[in-house]
């Protein structure tokens, strides 16, 4: 098909209406900058020339088809296929931003139903439409906090994912907001012992933990009231399914990334992060919100509103610059979510947690392998292995299997670490590759030297 | 009326479309009591009602493949459909974004 499709027929019609020429008369560029000549392209392909063209690429990602424990934040789960069935609908790929609410009716109340979802999961009182994904949210989170308090640090754990705390960083130096880090347990969570001590400073805005953290462990901060806000990190929501509301150990906003609902991995994206809250940060809460109300004749009716928190507002009074959502990412996790339903997501879960019990297990008896930290994980916990990690994955990939991501990446002092995880589609002969592979390959590598075992 | 019953306000305990294995056992199988929620309070729907819920909403929604929309730039234009079944590619759709570089020639080659 072609992106412009007016014949001559067409054009000639249109000069006629608006009593032009030619198209040369309505395009008033100066000399001196028209483009003179065509610019390097190639020409185009036919449809199908480019159906055959991107099967071929997509031919040459090898990855999909090895055994794989790649989780750190984006995870491979079940989508079933009644959400592509609902959401590829031209209705909902092709609407616009629901500005006008009497024929968006539809999108906003799954938008609505969308925030109440998140609102469910996180405990919390209410989500906004969506923001980009987990690092984006955070980032977002981290400036509520900061014009909420007037405060310009933050502590944040290490334990958080290395990619959502590069881009808060990005912000906060921006922002003049300074950062500092709280290090990890040997139990993998985050290290609180000198919290109170460092709160009664009173310069932070909010104490930042991920629970389940990059490491796979149950992360969370104390339930009594610190003096700074709490922000609760989730990249893996599933876990929400089973754990303990962040809201019940005081979280004022929680914020994650909803890709495991039914969103595809896409080599990174589109994803979908969200953001919620206590309703005391209502009026600081960025992005969109869409609110229930009535219309003019008592009914029941949707709609986008505080919308002067960041849209229809002065640049410098706005409490953020996003003015967009993940609407159609968002729509597929609510899809997703309606279809698993509570006993659905449950079964998941426990199917991760089994799963994941299994890929531990397992690895744990390879002699040389163990578990780097002890404290109670989700579908992802750290292996520690005798040799550099990076050896270990390469001599491992060689057997078609990606055994995880290696946390040298990230933290130096973990370069014997890798972060494997397992969810629902993982198979007992993933998990038996993985572990005859260990059992292989270890003896044939360069042992490292470590201190103490799990 | 256009508003329907929220997802919320529909379903059943017993609903459950079981896609995937059912489990038995609780949580606290595999995690300390302490660190698990009480109750889960979303509604199991079968496929048919989540079908129906959805498709309502589509009959409530303008979007450009019905008519002229004269708002929003993006549409101004028409995406072909070949761009979608390109992106749903499994080998494009199922790529982890950790996935070694040599295991991701496409994506790769697709963004160079």
Redesign the interface.
């Known amino acids: 098909m072609t992106y412009t499709p007016h014949t001559a027929a067409d054009i000639k019609a249109m000069l006629e209406a608006v009593g032009a020429k030619d198209l040369a008369e309505l395009v008033q560029v100066p000399d001196d900058v028209k483009l003179r000549t065509p610019l390097e392209l190639p020409a185009p392909l036919s449809e199908s020339e480019i159906a055959e063209k991107f099967t071929a690429l997509a031919a040459r990602n090898e990855a999909p088809s090895y055994a794989s424990f790649l989780g750190a934040g984006v995870y491979r789960h079940y989508v079933p296929p009644v959400i592509a069935a609902l959401a590829m609908r031209g209705e909902f790929l092709t609407s616009y931003t629901p500005y006008q609410a009497e024929v968006s009716q539809g999108y906003l109340q799954a938008i609505y139903e969308w925030q109440t979802y998140i609102c469910l999961l996180t405990g919390m009182d209410l989500a906004n439409a969506s923001v980009y994904d987990g690092a984006t949210a955070l980032a977002e989170g981290a400036i509520m906090v900061v014009n909420a308090t007037g405060r310009h640090a933050l502590l944040v754990s290490k334990a958080v994912h290395p990619n959502y705390r590069a881009v808060l960083k990005t912000y906060a130096d921006g922002l003049e907001v300074e950062i500092e880090e709280l290090d990890y347990l040997p139990t993998g969570s985050t290290d609180l012992a000198n919290l109170k001590e460092k709160l009664t400073s009173r310069k932070y805005a909010a104490v930042i933990v991920q629970s389940p953290n990059f490491f796979g462990a149950i992360d969370t901060l104390p339930k009594d009231d610190l003096d700074a806000l709490k922000i609760c990190v989730v990249a893996e929501p599933l876990s929400l399914a089973v754990l303990a509301t962040p809201r019940s150990w005081g979280a004022d906003i929680c914020v994650g990334e909803a890709q495991s609902f039914g969103v595809a991995q896409a080599y990174g994206g589109p994803h979908v992060g969200f953001i919620a809250c206590t309703k005391h940060r209502m009026r600081g809460i960025p992005g969109r919100l869409v609110g229930r109300t009535v219309d003019t004749e008592g009914r029941t009716a949707y709609v986008l509103t505080l919308q002067a928190r960041e849209q229809h507002i002065r640049r410098e009074r706005a409490t953020s610059n996003i003015c967009t959502n993940q609407a159609h990412c968002a729509l597929i996790a609510t899809i997703y979510l309606a279809a698993m339903g509570a006993t659905g997501l449950r079964d998941c879960a426990l199917e991760n947690l089994s799963r994941a019990r299994e890929t531990r297990n397992g690895v744990c008896s390879v002699p040389g392998v163990s578990a780097r930290f002890t404290g109670a994980t989700f579908n992802e916990f750290v292996m520690r292995v005798p040799s550099r990690a990076a050896d270990v994955l390469a001599a491992l990939r060689r057997r078609r299997v990606l055994a995880g991501v290696d946390l040298g990446r990230f933290y130096p002092e973990l370069d014997d670490c890798i972060l494997t995880t397992a969810t629902e589609l993982t198979t007992q002969s993933d998990i038996d590759a993985l572990t005859d592979g260990l059992r292989t390959v270890l003896p044939t590598l360069q042992r490292k030297e470590f201190a103490g075992v799990c | ?4 019953p ?3 306000e529909q ?1 059943q ?1 017993g ?9 038995a ?1 609780s ?1 606290d199988a ?3 009591q ?4 009480e109750d ?6 079968t ?1 048919l009602d ?2 129906r ?14 008519g002229f ?1 004269p ?2 730039s ?2 101004m ?4 459909r ?1 761009n ?17 570089d040599e ?5 790769l ?2 963004m160079w």
């Open positions: 009326m256009l508003a329907s929220l997802i919320f379903g305990a609903r459950a479309n079981h896609y995937l294995p059912h489990h056992e949580a595999y995690l300390p302490e660190l698990l929620r889960l309070p979303l509604p199991d729907n496929e989540v079908v819920h959805f498709m309502w909403f589509l009959y409530c929604t303008f979007g450009i493949d019905i929309y708002l929003g993006c549409t234009k028409y995406n072909p070949i979608d079944a390109v992106a749903n590619l499994p080998g494009l759709r199922d790529l982890h974004p950790f996935a070694p295991l991701a020639q496409g994506a080659a697709v």
